[in-house]
């Protein structure tokens, strides 16, 4: 399980304050709030990478964590960086066996992106490493995975990889999963509960088909955002967040 517990972090100022949630295996939450509002802050708090000024965290001793920043100068092979996700599990001076890299090459299948096993990591484009990352996070083996906003680099086809691959993982039920996203329609496509960071000292969390609604969305990003149930000819219904673009939606 991964959480916070009445949990705050402060820079100067409080960043957030009293936020409390709980991932269990099988469970998706999804964060979402306006830029600057404290996404990263939060996900780096879970991670055990800033500290919290109140309150607890709630994690396993290894996470699998992809942050926003997925730039990189080093020439590694694709493959050296996926297996580096095995590092916490071969201690200091352990060097990765046969089974390291055939769980990073089954993490990269995994996400679609076998073909970049020997490429180096910085040939590829911001996308591309981006959804390698999230091998890596996967190839940690761990069952709590935080992702810092995985879609942002991502086109139409990888982000249904990547849709596809944190339903797969959700189905199989092992992995508590947290990510952060500016893409509602991603939230109500894999989550099943979603945090909104209202600002530093409100947020509301709950099931997403009743947290993102309307009213909410115009608060949260302070522009009408209508929330539309469309039925479709071939059945179902489509789900779609409609936000309003220069006066019109779009
Ligand atoms: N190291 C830091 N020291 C001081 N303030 C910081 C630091 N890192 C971030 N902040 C501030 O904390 C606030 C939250 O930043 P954060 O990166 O968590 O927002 P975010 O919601 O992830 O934004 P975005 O959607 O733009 O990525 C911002 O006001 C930012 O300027």
């Known amino acids: 399980m991964i959480g916070l517990e009445n949990a705050g972090v402060r820079r100067g100022r409080w960043i957030f304050s009293d936020v409390s949630f709980a991932v269990e295996p099988g469970q998706t939450l999804a964060v979402l709030g306006p830029n600057g509002r404290g996404k990263t802050t939060l996900i780096k708090a879970?991670?055990?990478?800033?500290?919290?000024?109140?309150?607890?965290?709630?994690?396993?001793?290894?996470?699998?964590?992809?942050?926003?920043?997925?730039?990189?100068?080093?020439?590694?092979?694709?493959l050296d960086v996926v297996v580096m996700g095995r590092a916490l599990r071969l201690g200091l001076f352990g060097a990765?066996?046969?089974?390291?890299?055939?769980?990073?090459?089954?993490?990269?299948?995994?996400?679609g992106a076998a073909q970049f096993a020997e490429r180096p990591f910085d040939r590829l484009s911001g996308g591309e490493r981006q959804i390698v990352l999230l091998a890596r996070a996967l190839a940690t083996g761990s069952s709590a995975l935080v992702l810092d906003e995985p879609a942002s680099a991502l086109?139409?086809?990888?982000?249904?990889?990547?849709?596809?691959?944190?339903?797969?993982?959700?189905?199989?039920?092992?992995?508590?999963?947290?990510?952060?996203?500016?893409?509602?329609?991603?939230?109500l496509s894999v989550a099943d509960d979603a945090l909104l960071?209202?600002?530093?000292?409100?947020h509301v969390v709950g099931p997403v088909r009743t947290v993102l609604d309307e009213t909410n969305l115009t608060a949260l990003y302070g522009l009408p955002v209508r929330r539309l149930s469309l039925s479709i000819d071939s059945g179902g219904t489509i789900e779609a967040v409609v936000p309003m673009f220069g006066g019109v939606y779009a």
Do not use: C, W
């Not at 990765?96 to 996400?111: H, I, K, S």
């Open 46 to 78: 879970l991670a055990g990478l800033v500290p919290l000024a109140a309150g607890r965290r709630i994690a396993p001793p290894l996470i699998g964590y992809v942050s926003q920043a997925i730039g990189s100068d080093i020439p590694y092979r694709v």
């Open 96 to 111: 990765p066996g046969a089974a390291d890299y055939r769980a990073a090459l089954d993490a990269l299948e995994q996400v």
């Open 155 to 187: 086109d139409l086809a990888y982000q249904n990889r990547l849709l596809a691959v944190l339903r797969d993982l959700k189905t199989a039920g092992r992995h508590a999963i947290l990510f952060s996203t500016h893409l509602p329609q991603h939230a």
């Open 197 to 202: 960071m209202m600002d530093a000292a409100s």
